[in-house]
């Protein structure tokens, strides 16, 4: 199972592609660059479900920029759950 942050769900979110796993964050004013890439999930042994970053799909590497409004805005979105 693979467990995400708020920060990781929204750079999911504004990465759009399926199976992108987010593997590096960079704090800038006003936000947080967040690279990642698609790769496969492990399959077997005790990382079952874990994103295999040894294998990673060419030419799928991408980095977003995540606001801190948007930050802000899921932060307020949880708070009202």
């Known amino acids: 199972m693979v467990y995400e942050t708020r920060l990781e ?5 504004l990465a759009g592609k399926p199976g992108w796993h987010p593997y590096n964050f960079v ?3 006003g936000g947080v660059n967040v690279t990642g890439v698609q790769c ?3 399959t ?3 990382n079952k479900g ?3 970053f ?3 799909v060419a030419g799928s590497r991408m980095t977003v920029f995540v606001p801190s409004v948007a ?3 899921v932060a307020q ?5």
């Open 27 to 29: 704090k800038l004013h």
């Open 9 to 13: 769900r929204e750079a999911i979110k």
């Open 77 to 81: 979105t949880n708070a009202e759950d």
């Open 71 to 73: 930050k802000a805005s």
């Open 40 to 42: 496969p999930l492990i």
């Open 44 to 46: 077997r042994g005790p």
């Open 54 to 56: 040894r294998k990673p």
């Open 50 to 52: 874990q994103p295999n």
